[in-house]
C-alpha cells in the first residue's frame, strides 16, 4: 500500500525518505515488510505522497 502510494506520487526512496527526514533503508525495510510503519510515520508518509501529486 505505502509502495504504491509513493509510486503514484512519482517519488523515489531517496527523495521520500528526505521528506520524512529519514534514512533511505528506513523506507526500503518498511516497503520490504522488514520494519513495522508506527501510525504517526504512516500518516506523513500519506501526506507527502498526496502533497507531492497534487503539486
Same mark, same amino acid.
Given at each position: 500500500? /505505502? /509502495? #504504491? &502510494?509513493?509510486?503514484?506520487?512519482g517519488l523515489s526512496q531517496r527523495a521520500l525518505a528526505q &521528506? /520524512? @527526514?529519514? &534514512?533511505?533503508? #528506513? $523506507?526500503?525495510? +518498511?516497503? =520490504? @515488510?522488514? =520494519?513495522? +510503519?508506527?501510525? /504517526?510515520?504512516? %500518516?506523513?508518509?500519506?501526506?507527502? %505522497? $498526496?502533497?507531492?501529486?497534487?503539486?
Amino acid at each position: 500500500m /505505502l /509502495l #504504491h &502510494a509513493r509510486r503514484r506520487a512519482g517519488l523515489s526512496q531517496r527523495a521520500l525518505a528526505q &521528506a /520524512l @527526514g529519514k &534514512a533511505n533503508s #528506513h $523506507v526500503t525495510r +518498511i516497503e =520490504r @515488510g522488514q =520494519r513495522r +510503519i508506527d501510525l /504517526l510515520d504512516s %500518516s506523513r508518509w500519506r501526506r507527502r %505522497s $498526496v502533497a507531492t501529486r497534487r503539486s
